[in-house]
């Protein structure tokens, strides 16, 4: 017992020499470099605001920037790690499209070796493989392959208003991260994976009792793994603290080998994720796949779809719900495209509803779930001076950079009223597409963007075709954001009330232009 306790002792104390050496060389890193910076404190960085829960992420960044108006870019240190703000938009472009390959690659949010199918993901991956898997999965989401998923995911809203209408005319609170997420669950499971479930009927399915229990970013224990393995990566190694684990990993390698089988064997094709990878595996210029590669794209496309997602949707009704001017231009658009259809809402007609575009695009500039985009340094490159009296620097391999998104997207100088939820901005030309990127920039730019905004697009139009959204008493107004997190996610949750329409027209498959 002894010797476990003095090795212990040991081993604690040489991890705080190892971080106080590691502290002393990295606080100074900008002063070296006489980059415009907020002293650190040890250990926390500028992070002891978020750390003691004071003010959240997405703030605290947007007060340093605003702390450095007149500078392209400032220093920050997140906990141990220096990162590079980059404010100016020319810069943000340069680093991210023209010198791409100098700063192609994320910094990993899971180790690749305790989370070996995670860790293969689209996101993690780095350099020619992130190329050589963008390039074979970017068909999965062509405007052609969208067209051909709209039927499966005008299913999927049909059942969330069928589920929402069917206690009749009497308006319910909902939990709308709960109710949303339903609906993403059965869209992914059914576009990415070829499984068809109903989590309105059978809330108890396997893939939404895994999402919502195992891949919840806003639950405290997934949100403090993930800032440590964004921060102590060493420290999480060293513990073998897994961002996901056994049960996770094993559950879809298992859906996507079953899925694999069953198409092997009784020759199904379908237009998705799965499909491209199986077509691709015995390719001589492509990637060579193995279960556990396919396992991991389809399984970040899970995670993205499920929770982020669900997220956002919760942002939009919400907005939806405070604001009935909206909601009255947005039920005009809706009942327009009705008529113009007769009843049959087509993926030409619901892509064509401007409105609906400004207030996705509005409420998205206002909660960009991804609040910073980050990049990380791959080959020496000098950048200009930070201030119009600095000199020219040099940013080497491994150095981190970071563009500040929710600071761009509330600044006035590119913004009128930046904290004003106005989707007519998105209509009058008032916009810099240059400043607004929810979906990131580059080529790196979300994979799924397209698909993501075709299931938000239908689910409203569905949800605003059979019901009212309105605020309930637990609904707080102005929000608040939660300080204990990461992730974008306001004090209180989302609640709202829905009111099934008294005149409920009876629900109409959609179409696609030349479907049935």
Known sequence: MESSTL?????????CLYYFVLNKFKSSYFERLNIPHLRPIPLLGNMAPFAFRRISHMELLQKMYNLFPDTKFFGLYDFLT??????????????????????????????EILDPIAGKNLFNLKGDHWREMRKLLSPSFTSSKMKMMFELMCQCAENLTNFVTQSGEAAKTYDMKDLLSKYTNDTIA???????????????????????????????????????????????????????????ENFFKNVVATTVKARNEQGIVRPDMIQL???????????EFDINEMTAQAFVFFLAGFDTLSTVMCFITREIGINPDVQGRLKEEIDDVLKQTNGKPTYEAINRMKYLDAVINETQRLYSLAHFLDRKCVKET????????????????????????????????????????????????????????????????????????MEIKIMLFYLLWHCDIEPDVKTRIPLTFEKKILAMWPAGDFWLKLRPKKSKISVTPCLSNGQN
């Not at 090795?7 to 991890?15: G, K, N, Q, Y």
């Not at 220096?82 to 472009?93: C, E, K, N, Y």
């Not at 108890?204 to 806003?218: D, I, Q, S, T, W």
């Not at 006035?412 to 979906?439: A, E, I, T």
């Open 190 to 248: 059914t576009c990415a994976f070829g499984i068809e479930v109903d989590s309105f009927k059978n809330s108890n399915n396997e893939f939404f009792l895994l999402g919502k229990e195992a891949l919840n970013f806003n639950k405290p224990w997934l949100a403090f793994k993930l800032q440590m393995q964004l921060n102590f990566p060493q420290l999480a190694k060293l513990i073998k603290l897994r961002m996901f684990g056994p049960k996770v």
């Open 7 to 15: 090795l212990l002792t040991i081993l604690t104390a040489i991890i």
């Open 382 to 453: 000098e950048l200009p001076p930070a201030t119009l009296d600095g000199k020219p620097i040099v940013i080497k391999p491994g150095d981190r950079i970071w563009f500040p998104v929710f600071a761009l997207h509330r600044d006035s100088k590119y913004y009128q009223h930046p904290d004003k939820f106005d989707p007519d901005r998105f209509l009058n030309g008032d916009v810099d597409n240059s400043v607004y990127m929810p979906f990131g920039i580059g080529p790196r730019i979300c994979i799924g963007n397209r698909f993501a905004l």
């Open 82 to 111: 220096p990162i590079f703000v980059i404010r100016d938009l020319d810069l943000i472009s340069t680093i991210a499209i023209k010198q791409f390959d100098n700063f192609c690659d994320h910094q990993s949010f899971v180790n």
């Open 277 to 287: 990878m199986m077509e691709n595996r015995n390719n001589d210029n492509g990637p």
